[in-house]
């Protein structure tokens, strides 16, 4: 029985204690790592947090950025169609005064015609009815 406990106490300071500080040494390592992981995980969802908030800043940006551009492309398009209706209505407008002159011009010109072709024709009958005053005379 002597022999068992020495040989028990033997196996205990040779076998059980090492094996026993070399399990605790690693499962401290493992909690250890284990600790870190958790810790550098935290730290990135963190940041993931912080990125997200800043890509939602920028979308918003974004979008105000294409809003504004938008409303200022609109503006600018209303300038050019309201520029663009005033240059029209400014030719019409010529085009009609032209128009307007060049019917009066017309009509005067057809005046001035009718008028040397009345005297024409008032000459030419004149002119036959001197020729029929004669044939009249000639004929009595």
């Known amino acids: 029985m002597f022999n068992f406990i020495i040989l028990a106490g033997g196996l205990y300071i040779l076998l059980y204690k090492p094996v026993k500080d ?22 990135a969802q963190e940041k993931e947090q912080e990125y997200q908030v800043r890509i939602d800043g920028a979308n918003e940006e974004i979008a105000d950025m294409k ?7 609109r503006a600018e398009a209303d300038k050019t169609i309201a520029a663009a209706n005033e240059k029209a209505e400014k030719i019409v407008k010529q085009a009609q005064e032209t128009a307007e002159r060049e019917h009066d011009r017309i009509i005067e010109d057809s005046r001035e015609e009718v008028a040397a072709l009345a005297a024409a024709a008032a000459q030419k009958i004149l002119d036959e009815g001197d020729d029929y005053a004669s044939f009249a005379a000639s004929l009595k």
């Open 22 to 43: 070399f399990m605790e040494k690693r499962e401290n390592y493992f909690k250890e790592r284990d600790e870190a992981a958790r810790a550098a995980e935290a730290k």
């Open 67 to 73: 809003n504004k551009a938008a409303m200022d492309a």
